[in-house]
Each structure stands twice: as C-alpha cells, then as structure tokens.
Nanobody, 126 residues
Framework: QVQLVEPGGGLVQAGGSLRLSCAAS????????MAWFRQAPGKEREFVAA????????DYADSVKGRFTISRDNAKNTVYLQMNSLKPEDTAVYYC???????????????????WGQGTQVTVSS
C-alpha cells in the first residue's frame, strides 16, 4: 500500500521558518516527480512547488519563489519543503503529492498527481 506521510507542520510567527517532510512508503518514488500543494480555508487547492524525479528540475509558484525550497533524498524516499520568511497568507493545509512516474517534465496541475498525503497544517501568526 502506497503511503505519503507528512509530519512537520505547526505554528510559527511571521518571518519564521519551517521545514516540511514527506516520507513515502510502499514502493520507491525515485522515478516520480514530487510536489507540494496547499489549501487555505475557503480557497481551492493550489500548487506550491515541484521537483522532478532526477532532482534537476524544480518549479515554484510565484507567491513562494525565493522563500521556499523543495528538495528530495531518493535514498530516503523523502521530499522536503523548506519554508523561510513565512507570511500569514502561507497559512494552509499542505499536501505532498507524487505523480505516476517517468515524466520528463514537472506539472503544476493537481490532476497529474496520483498519490497524496493526508495533509499537515501550517499556521503563520502575524
């Protein structure tokens, strides 16, 4: 059974930092593009960042570019999201996702990701 588990959420003050992790189990994800999405109350789920299975391609939403960094450790089957200079508008439930694998590109579309974590709450206080 494939599982993506995301510990690491929490409460942080504006300007602070937080690192999310997403550990995959049930199979290796070394050939899968991994991504982070988020959903704030009353809003649709939105793309945050993605990293190609090779690690050579990353993509970020404009709202987080320069503040967030996505990375992966294929040996540990884990993807990370380092979040710096956090703002109250970053408050949301953050979801880890993985695609079906083998693609040469990274996508911002949630329907291109087949595996999802349960989500972890990130709250940034002002």
């Amino acid at each position: 059974q494939v599982q993506l588990v995301e510990p690491g959420g929490g409460l942080v003050q504006a300007g602070g930092s937080l690192r999310l992790s997403c550990a995959a189990s049930g199979r290796t994800f070394s050939r899968n593009t991994m991504a982070w999405f988020r959903q704030a109350p009353g809003k649709e789920r939105e793309f945050v960042a993605a990293i190609h299975w090779s690690g050579g391609i990353t993509d970020y939403a404009d709202s987080v570019k320069g503040r967030f960094t996505i990375s992966r450790d294929n040996a540990k089957n884990t993807v990370y999201l380092q979040m710096n200079s956090l703002k109250p508008e970053d408050t949301a439930v953050y979801y880890c996702a993985a695609d079906r694998g083998g693609k040469w590109y990274v996508s911002r579309r949630s329907d291109e990701y087949d595996y999802w974590g349960q989500g972890t709450q990130v709250t940034v206080s002002s």
